[in-house]
């Protein structure tokens, strides 16, 4: 019978932490920091549609299907920010597409810079809003500290790079409520 009680009771204290803590979770203002988004990321991955752009990407200039359609992985990234690798970049029917796959970024041990650890798996398509806001350092950009830049000079800076090259960058997305691009930084690296 005492055993039956403690069970009982670790049963309630359990439910109780638990549900303390899914209610703290969904509690953070803005200045919350980077994590306090991830409970109305979840609510916005559970009411996202599949599509992230409002009309399908178009096909690639040799009238060929595209590598990766949107998918549930960009919807999932709706009002997040993301540290990814871009593989590729296009424009097709006044939208820019980027082919783009988490990655990582660590600290140059020895300069003011970052190292990327590149991702592995395929790539996902995901579009830009018509104001995205591009941001490119060197090795992309022309200077250490971040510039803008026009989508347009964004996608033929990439896609002149050899895709060996590519693999090397890395980039801060910020997605829209809906799965779009809506700002590109390229982390400076030496």
Known sequence: M???HRRT???????????????????????????????ATATASATATASVTSAPPAPAPDGTAPSSGPSATAARWAGTKQFVQI??????????YLSVRPAEKKPHPQFEA??????????????????????LSV?????????????AEF???????????????????????????TRVQSLYTP
């Open 2 to 4: 005492r055993v039956a």
């Open 139 to 151: 090795p992309l950009g022309d200077a250490k500290h971040p510039a803008a830049y026009t989508r």
């Open 155 to 181: 996608v033929g800076r990439l896609t002149a790079r050899p895709s060996s090259d590519r693999a090397l960058l890395g980039f801060d997305l910020s997605f829209d409520g809906q799965g779009r691009v």
């Open 114 to 135: 970052w190292v990327i650890v590149p991702g592995e798996g395929p790539y996902t398509e995901v579009s830009m809003t018509e104001d995205a806001q591009v941001l």
């Open 9 to 39: 009771t670790t049963v309630r204290r359990l439910t109780a932490l638990t549900l303390g803590l899914l209610a703290l979770t969904g509690c953070g203002g803005p200045d919350a920091g980077p994590d306090a988004g991830q409970a």
């Open 87 to 96: 593989g590729d970049a296009r424009t097709a029917g006044g939208r820019t």
